[in-house]
């Protein structure tokens, strides 16, 4: 395997590393602090996790 098309893991070796996706972390972080949340900062993470994921439905459209 080419490592221009290796998986990122491989990249990296045996460290069993991962590379995250910035938005995707942006996604489970915002949607894990909506848990906790109430009141006015409901209402906010709950309108950044709607642009978040508008965000992430254009760029996978766009593949």
Do not use: R, W, Y
């Amino acid at each position: 395997m080419n490592e221009s098309n290796a998986p990122a893991a491989e990249i990296i070796g045996s460290t069993s590393q991962f590379v995250i996706d910035p938005l995707e972390s942006a996604i489970t972080n915002t949607a894990q602090a909506i848990v906790d949340a109430d009141g006015m900062t409901l209402m906010i993470l709950q309108s950044h996790l709607k642009k978040l994921c508008d965000l992430q439905l254009t760029q996978l459209s766009d593949k």
